[in-house]
């Protein structure tokens, strides 16, 4: 899965609660695992005491028209306090925030320190390219082609639609001249009549 753990941000609810002593009725630990575990808790009996929550604070972009249809982008804290972190100096700097220029040995570890710092910067711009290009970019591309198929469905149903208004208006006017025909013939029927009774 996906190792990024930038940008996450854990919570507990609850109320705190006294150490208590295991009850007899609770089974011992009896592997390694258990055993560790009951050693890093101390003697708690198995209680509710609250809610530990796990959230990530990523950027969301809704890519579709439908609700589930999104991607999201986690960045690193880009504050100078979380930059260039984890550089052993000798002026005990810890962060991008914390250095100071004012002696050579100084100077020299603020340089390590703004190394750090621009390979961080990098390599989160790296991840926003790479987001851009194949999460973005790719989406961007596969919404121009739908974009054509509905464009291209569209003009097959208006010519269907127009297809059908023709048949309709050929048959209204083949029956209008067949009724005009028919009308004319039988008005030339009576003026034949009328001529032989005159």
């Given at each position: 899965g ?69 991607t ?5 804290n ?54 851009q ?21 569209e ?44």
């Open positions: 996906n190792s990024n753990t930038d940008g996450l941000a854990i919570r507990y609810t609850g109320e705190a609660l006294p150490s208590q002593p295991n009850p007899p009725d609770l089974p011992q630990p009896e592997t390694a695992l258990n055993q560790t575990s009951q050693a890093a808790m101390g003697n708690l009996s198995p209680v509710k005491a609250g809610t530990v929550s796990l959230s990530q604070n990523a950027l969301v972009f809704q890519i579709g028209s439908n609700a589930e249809q999104t999201s982008l986690a960045l690193r880009m504050r100078t306090n979380s930059l260039g972190t984890g550089v052993e100096t000798e002026s005990g700097f810890r962060s991008l925030a914390e250095i100071d220029v004012t002696g050579p040995i100084k100077a020299q570890d603020a340089m390590r320190v703004l190394d750090r710092a621009l390979e961080e910067v990098s390599s989160t711009r790296g991840e926003i390219g790479a987001f290009k194949n999460n973005l970019e790719s989406n961007l591309n596969y919404l121009r082609i739908a974009h054509e198929n509905v464009m291209s469905s003009s097959v149903i208006r010519d269907a639609d127009m297809a059908e208004e023709m048949t309709g208006f050929t048959r209204n006017q083949i029956m209008t001249d067949s009724a005009t025909a028919m009308l004319a013939q039988a008005n030339s029927r009576a003026q034949s009549v009328l001529r032989l009774l005159q």
